[in-house]
């Protein structure tokens, strides 16, 4: 056996593996860098439930014309520079891996304007191979297209499901991602035709934004809770015990922004739960955890769907306490009247 260099493209492809499961995986990577950019617009095109084609234009800060060849590089990025930086995190990417995996499995093509600069610049790679960077016409902001999804990887593309099944996984993820960030407008199109718009309100804490994402059930039977302590805040919605689940599907749970799943936290909530709620049915949830960076690590899993608390019995009291604080009433008005 001759042990030998893998070749960059090879070694991004490997990394995609983990990374681009599936068109929602894209979505999902180049709608947080539109985030991690400011942008307060983003428009998102699909064909084919995003196979064929993902184009995704924000109004962010963009990128310089000359750094368009990083951005596509490994463990290239603007959000930290040291181990420091990456123990405080406050972006949701940090690992500089989605664009150059991205772009080693599809056609793909780069097109960004700063704010301040005359015009933009583009860039496209093909299967890995970059072309030159010339000058293109764009607004402030960035576009990111990506064509024929795992064209170049056979193994990969098998396991595309049908148009119906990927639109779905990507609305999942848009929804997930739109409801921690309702002041920022979001605009869906499908094979040309508008499929979904999330209107911008401006407001951290719009109810309107979760009436869209969860229905009018789950807001009528919300109850908001926002409580600080021991160094954390928890602030979001819980549904009354009445209004519950067969399954855990409207359970959304953010850590300083970022969605994640998390067993500790889930087990505080169920703990909460559990005495006004039947065996066997969910509760359903948004709720928003925020703590010092410093106090959780996000770097555990390539496609940072896990965190690490630092103190994981802490964070499950102050959730459990919370909680159970809050859905008092309900608990209140379910015991049996007092006999006297
Ligand atoms: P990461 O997000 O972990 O830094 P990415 O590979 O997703 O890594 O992106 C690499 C870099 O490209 C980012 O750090 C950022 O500087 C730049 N970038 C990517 N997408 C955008 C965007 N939509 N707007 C502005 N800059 C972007
Ligand atoms: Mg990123």
Redesign the pocket.
């Known amino acids: 056996m001759t042990i030998r260099q893998l070749p960059d493209t090879l070694i991004n492809q490997i990394a995609a593996g983990e990374v681009v499961e599936r068109p929602a995986s894209v979505v999902k990577?180049?709608v947080?860098?539109?985030l991690?950019?400011g942008?307060k617009r983003i428009d998102i095109d699909l064909e084919d439930g995003g196979i064929r084609l993902i184009r995704?234009r924000?109004d962010?800060?963009?990128?310089a014309p000359e750094?368009l060849p990083?951005?596509?590089s490994r463990h290239?990025?603007?959000?930290i520079a040291s181990i420091d930086d990456l123990e405080a995190v406050a972006?949701?990417?940090?690992?500089?891996?989605?664009?150059?995996?991205v772009a080693s499995v599809s056609r793909f093509r780069l097109v960004?304007r700063r704010p301040d600069a005359d015009h933009g610049a583009e860039l496209r790679i093909e299967g890995g191979r970059h072309g030159e960077v010339v000058p293109q016409a764009h607004p402030p902001?960035?576009t990111?297209e990506v064509r024929d999804l795992f064209f170049n990887v056979p193994a990969r593309r098998k396991f595309l499901r049908a148009e119906r099944t990927e639109l779905g996984h990507i609305e999942d993820w848009l929804r997930t991602l739109a409801l921690a960030r309702p002041d920022v407008e979001i605009r869906v199109s499908h094979n040309g035709k508008p499929s979904r718009r999330w209107k911008g309100e401006g407001n951290l804490l719009s109810e309107v934004r979760l009436h869209e994402a969860l229905g009018e059930e789950f807001v009528r039977n919300a109850l908001r809770v926002d409580h600080a302590g021991a160094g954390m805040r928890l602030h979001g919605w819980i549904a009354q015990p009445a209004y519950n689940r067969a399954s855990a599907d409207q359970q959304y749970l953010y850590v300083n922004g970022r969605s994640v799943r998390d067993r500790n936290v889930a087990h505080a909530v169920r703990q909460a739960y559990s005495d006004v709620l039947f065996h066997g049915r969910h509760p359903a949830y948004v709720l928003f955890l925020e703590l010092d960076p410093r106090g959780v690590d996000v770097n555990v899993h390539p496609a940072k769907h896990e965190v690490r608390f630092r103190e994981s019995r802490l964070v499950h009291d102050f959730v459990y306490r919370t909680l159970h604080a809050a859905l008092a009433d309900t608990r209140a008005g379910a015991a049996p009247a007092p006999a006297y």
Request: proline share 3%; no cysteine; aromatic share 2%.
């Open positions: 990577e180049l947080e860098n539109a991690d950019a942008a995704i924000d962010g800060g963009g990128i750094e990083l951005a596509v290239a990025t603007s959000k972006t949701l990417g940090f690992r500089g891996e989605a664009l150059p995996s960004s902001g960035t990111v």
